[in-house]
């Protein structure tokens, strides 16, 4: 079985400051990792992946995640946040190979104030 | 490229009514397809995937049934829909195979009233 944690439902930050996102999950298996994002009335939209190959991972708008296998997480990170950024972001776990259904997150609510 | 699309976009019901939502890919074949459920506050929730037609397996029991008529379409039905129903409800795909990434139509809105 597997799982995501992502503590707390909301994040505020200032616009330019660093944006933590923080995601922990459970696999009994290598894990493939993802990070989503939800801008209101929207679908998710793929941010970033982790699929066993570098354990930091680069994705869109300057968001960047790193796998941790002893601290079971993949926290999300932006070193400068931008009004844009202001949206839902979900953490999601699947089992590595293909036809492995993804577990989400409750997902985090991510405000930046002017 | 591949594309998913996803209608109706908002649906208000009276509880009771039935339901249908629909979700075609276009561009891809043989692909997994999936029916998610989100709830405020509650992230999201798998209802239904498909990996093939007439394959459905359901994740929850429910009010809610999924088909898979043809290779790129994916149907959400009830027959009578509960207050409880309410949500959006979001379709997605992937390869057969692959990494797993889920690529997610718009979203349909449901309020039952």
């Known amino acids: 079985a597997q799982s995501v944690t992502q503590l707390g439902s909301h994040v505020s930050v200032s616009e330019g400051a660093l944006v933590l996102l923080r995601c922990n999950y459970s696999?009994?298996?290598?894990?493939?990792l993802f990070w989503y994002v939800q801008y209101p009335n929207q679908g998710l939209q793929l941010l970033l992946k982790y699929t066993s190959a570098a354990t930091l991972v680069k994705g869109i708008n300057g968001f960047e995640a790193e796998f941790k296998k002893s601290e079971t997480s993949f926290h999300l990170t932006k070193p400068s946040a931008h009004m844009s950024d202001a949206a839902e972001y979900f953490c999601a776990v699947s089992e590595s190979g293909a036809n492995s259904k993804l577990t989400f997150g409750k997902g985090i609510t991510l405000s930046v104030r002017p | 490229s591949q594309t998913i699309h996803q209608w109706p976009a908002t649906l208000v019901q009276p509880v009771g009514s039935p339901l249908s939502l629909e979700c075609t890919v276009e561009g891809t074949s043989n692909p997994n397809l999936y029916w998610y459920r989100q709830a405020a506050g509650r992230g999201l929730q798998l209802l239904f995937y498909?990996?093939?037609?007439?394959?459905i397996s359901s994740e929850v029991p429910q009010n809610l049934s999924a088909s898979r008529p043809q290779d790129r379409q994916f149907i959400l039905s009830s027959k009578k829909l509960l207050l409880s129903d309410s949500g959006f409800y979001l379709c997605?795909?992937?390869?057969?195979?692959?990494?797993?990434?889920?690529?997610f139509g718009a979203g349909s809105r449901l309020t039952v009233l």
């Open positions: 696999s009994s298996v290598p894990p493939y």
């Open positions: 997605a795909w992937t390869p057969i195979t692959g990494a797993n990434v889920l690529t």
């Open positions: 498909s990996v093939g037609i007439g394959q």
